[in-house]
């Protein structure tokens, strides 16, 4: 079965970022954005008291404290004081959750740090660290470092599939800065395929093994709403039942 999240709740301030009021009647899980890439507290509130209006399971959404890069952009930091990040990022979004009744569905590094933790064992091990103390599932990448890490360290693993991103002939992930829109139609039949096959087509035409648990689509990519209403339509028969 699978669940479709949506990374979002990126406004700030008087700064508008994706249709999140949209997009909630075609996802299941809302990756909430915690302050340190975008949003901040009325904004986390706001999309916290928004999913709990639509149904929708809340999950954080740390990064690393990259206001003004929007958390797309490599740093070094250490283990101890990721962790540290990460903590205080969650339980931001935690208090908010707790002030409307709701759980804490998960964990998902946004951005670099994602990306990061899918490679490097130290920023695998402190994203662990973090979950160890709220004892939810992390989000990641099929055959991946932070996969064998967060496993290891006993943490329900959930494998992302990316509806509006591109793959590396190595699997890796293309992150842009700025996403630009997709066809919702090859979306749809991208995601169909990763979900009926677990396999999906690279940039340099040969194809990957992916998991897809869980599909994504970013609330900052210019059409997802239609990408949203299209893959879940395709998926349909596989949805998990909110």
């Given at each position: 079965?699978?669940?479709?999240?949506?990374?979002?709740?990126?406004?700030?301030g008087?700064?508008?970022?994706?249709?999140?009021?949209?997009?909630?009647?075609h996802?299941?899980?809302?990756?909430?954005a915690?302050?340190?890439h975008a949003?901040?507290?009325?904004?986390?509130?706001?999309?916290v008291?928004?999913?709990?209006?639509f149904?929708v399971?809340?999950?954080?959404?740390?990064?690393?404290?990259?206001?003004?890069?929007?958390?797309?952009?490599?740093?070094?930091?250490?283990?101890?004081?990721?962790?540290?990040?990460?903590?205080y990022?969650?339980?931001?979004l935690k208090?908010?959750?707790d002030?409307?009744g709701?759980?804490?569905?998960?964990?998902?590094?946004h951005?670099?740090?994602?990306g990061?933790?899918s490679?490097n064992?130290?920023?695998?091990?402190a994203?662990?660290?973090?979950?160890?103390v709220?004892?939810?599932?992390l989000l990641?990448?099929?055959g991946?470092?932070?996969?064998?890490?967060?496993?290891?360290r006993?943490?329900?693993?959930?494998?992302?599939?990316y509806?509006?991103?591109?793959?590396?002939?190595?699997?890796?992930?293309?992150?842009?800065?700025?996403?630009?829109?997709?066809?919702?139609?090859?979306?749809?039949?991208?995601?169909?395929?990763?979900v009926n096959?677990?396999?999906?087509?690279?940039?340099?035409g040969n194809?990957?093994?992916?998991?897809?648990?869980?599909i994504?689509?970013?609330?900052?990519?210019?059409?997802?709403?239609?990408?949203?209403?299209?893959?879940?339509?395709a998926?349909?028969?596989?949805?998990?039942?909110?």
């Amino acid at each position: 079965m699978v669940v479709i999240n949506c990374d979002m709740g990126e406004a700030y301030g008087l700064y508008k970022m994706g249709d999140d009021k949209a997009l909630m009647p075609h996802i299941d899980v809302a990756n909430v954005a915690c302050g340190f890439h975008a949003s901040d507290f009325n904004h986390m509130r706001k999309t916290v008291q928004l999913a709990k209006q639509f149904g929708v399971k809340v999950g954080a959404h740390p990064s690393l404290p990259d206001l003004q890069g929007f958390g797309r952009r490599e740093m070094k930091i250490g283990r101890d004081e990721l962790t540290n990040c990460l903590l205080y990022q969650i339980g931001a979004l935690k208090a908010f959750l707790d002030a409307e009744g709701m759980a804490l569905n998960h964990i998902k590094p946004h951005g670099a740090l994602y990306g990061m933790a899918s490679r490097n064992e130290d920023i695998a091990e402190a994203v662990a660290d973090a979950a160890d103390v709220y004892k939810v599932p992390l989000l990641g990448m099929k055959g991946t470092l932070h996969q064998q890490v967060y496993e290891r360290r006993g943490h329900a693993f959930v494998a992302e599939y990316y509806a509006d991103l591109d793959y590396n002939a190595d699997g890796s992930l293309i992150i842009t800065r700025e996403h630009e829109a997709k066809d919702p139609a090859d979306a749809a039949t991208r995601c169909a395929r990763a979900v009926n096959e677990g396999k999906t087509r690279t940039v340099a035409g040969n194809d990957i093994v992916v998991g897809a648990d869980s599909i994504c689509i970013h609330s900052d990519t210019p059409n997802a709403v239609a990408i949203a209403e299209a893959v879940r339509e395709a998926v349909r028969p596989y949805l998990t039942a909110r």
